[in-house]
């Protein structure tokens, strides 16, 4: 099956600062890779997501990069704020398989005033 | 619109004893999954439903059944609680994209098993 590794498990960054968070997949096959950001009592909440056709896709604040041939993506979150402070999971499926989902083990990410 | 709705949202049991996790969506999407949320291991999917009257095991299945007579219901059981099933649990829905599937994860039930 596929194997979802993410890093780094914490990260501090003072406000205003860029945060970096790196994920890489085994099966070459995935080609959906949702990014979710999860507050404290909350459930996951999808924040932006890329396919596997696409290097790049950016929301706001917010950039998903893609790199099929190395089988990594990441997020990257500019112009932190304190309201970004949650924790970040990654994930990846295939459309074929149905609600098959493997996730990352998250980021706990931190943004000093 | 209440999107995905979880009871209860705490849970405590002794070992042996049996419950059901409720998870209601009024989203009419067709999949709905359940996931286990443990320290430091990300969320392991359990058994998701890609419609009404079909089940399938995910990864972590062991202890748990499930059913779904209607679209918008999937509920959960534990036969008989173990310490080991002490975990978060989040029920989610979605819907197929062009190219994956959006999920809608509801707020969770904390359960732990003594």
């Known amino acids: 099956g596929e194997n979802v590794e993410q890093h780094p498990s914490t990260l501090s960054v003072q406000e205003g600062d860029s945060a970096v968070i790196k994920c890489t997949y085994s099966?070459?096959?995935?080609?959906?890779f949702p990014w979710y950001k999860q507050e404290l009592g909350k459930g996951p909440q999808l924040i932006i997501d890329i396919r596997s056709n696409v290097g790049e896709k950016k929301d706001q604040r917010i950039a998903v990069t893609l790199n099929k041939t190395a089988k990594h993506f990441s997020l990257h979150i500019t112009e932190t704020q304190p309201e970004d402070s949650a924790v970040y999971f990654c994930a990846a499926s295939k459309r074929d398989t149905g609600n098959q989902f493997y996730f990352g083990t998250g980021t706990s990410l931190t943004v000093i005033p | 619109n209440a999107g995905v709705t979880q009871t209860p949202k705490f849970q405590v049991l002794k070992t042996g004893q049996s419950m059901t996790l409720q998870c209601a969506q009024d989203m009419n999407h067709e999949y709905m999954s359940w996931y286990r949320q443990d320290p430091g291991m990300g969320l392991r999917l359990i058994h998701y439903?890609?419609?009404?009257?079909?089940?399938d095991q995910g990864e972590v299945p062991n202890g748990y059944n499930v059913s779904r007579s209607t679209t918008e219901d999937f509920p959960l059981r534990l036969l008989s609680a173990a310490p080991s099933q002490t975990s978060v649990y989040f029920c989610?829905?979605?819907?197929?994209?062009?190219?994956?599937?959006?999920?809608?994860f509801g707020a969770g039930t904390r359960l732990s098993v003594l």
């Open positions: 439903s890609v419609g009404a009257g079909i089940t």
């Open positions: 099966d070459s096959a995935s080609n959906y």
């Open positions: 989610a829905s979605s819907f197929i994209g062009t190219w994956g599937n959006i999920q809608y």
